[in-house]
């Protein structure tokens, strides 16, 4: 009798991820990339101080990224980048659910009518991950290169999102020691970032007044799957002064139509 082998993502009884089954020193080197997202262009002295590690063993994982192409130095500034190797991985992560790519129209659209960026965001362990956007044609405009990181509680789609999940999940990220202010305007109250949700579930889209930059605005609205999960955010973003407070009425329609089309072509109530 012939019986086929279980095919498993990881074996039996590592469920866990305690440090026994993590790799320091492969840890360290994604804590290198990491770093290198997080701002565009550092020196080995730089990497070496941020992560509290030794230039020499720094240089170690720049090198052997450098190999991959997956970092990049720039001889004239001594300057570390990321590299196209690392681009395409992350590609490949956009790849996965096709959101992006039938977000990519309706972002356009959005962008043109209402003459603000649009963005595209997801949860990300806890976090929001912008993962696509189109550019204002005006001079003044936000920006977020894809994969940059924010938090949900100073975020159009992080609270859109936030408030569309499930309660304990709200519920453990409300409970956070600190939630970070960034401007005077940041809901860092935890009854009212309750009070603040409830609102955004209720009207079906976020507002960020300002909560993470002053002088921007975004307006944001849940995009959801087949399942009726809230699976992405799309919104637009831009400076108080075209994103006036009058305008937000028109605006946020704008934005929940494009939403509810991005979440049918997902499967919501098919």
């Known amino acids: 009798m012939n019986s086929q082998k279980r095919l498993r993502g990881r074996p039996k009884s590592f469920y866990d991820n305690s440090a026994q089954n993590r790799i320091q020193a492969l840890d360290r080197a994604l804590d290198v990339l990491n770093c290198l997202a997080e701002k565009s262009g550092m020196t080995l002295t730089e990497i070496a101080e941020k ?3 030794s230039p020499a063993t720094i240089y170690r994982v720049l090198a052997t ?18 590299g196209p190797t690392s681009f395409r991985l992350g590609s490949a992560f956009l790849r996965r659910t096709g959101v992006v790519e039938r977000a990519r129209p309706l972002m356009r659209e959005l962008m043109e009518e209402t003459g603000e960026t649009a963005n595209l965001g997801t949860e990300v362990s806890g976090q929001v991950m912008f993962l696509s956007q189109v550019e204002t044609h005006e001079n003044i405009r936000a920006f977020f290169s894809p994969g940059t990181i924010s938090p949900m509680h100073a975020s159009g789609i992080g609270k859109a ?32 970032l309750r009070d603040e949700l409830a609102k955004i579930k209720a009207q079906g889209y976020a507002f960020d007044n300002e909560e ?3 002088g921007m605005r975004c307006i944001a609205a849940p995009v959801f799957n087949y399942y009726g999960e809230a699976v ?25 139509k494009k939403a509810a089309t991005l979440s049918k072509s997902l499967g919501l109530g098919s």
């Open 51 to 53: 992560l509290d590690q």
């Open 65 to 82: 990224f450098e190999a991959r192409q997956a970092v990049e130095m720039d001889p004239a500034s001594q300057e570390w980048f990321i």
């Open 161 to 192: 999102l936030l408030a569309h999940a499930e309660q304990s999940v709200i519920d453990k990220y409300v409970a956070q020691e600190n939630l970070a202010s960034f401007t005077d305007k940041t809901i860092s109250d935890k009854d009212g």
């Open 212 to 214: 993470k930059n002053i």
């Open 232 to 256: 992405a955010g799309i919104s637009i973003s831009g400076p108080t002064i075209r994103l006036s407070l009058d305008r937000i009425d028109l605006v946020s329609k704008m934005v929940m």
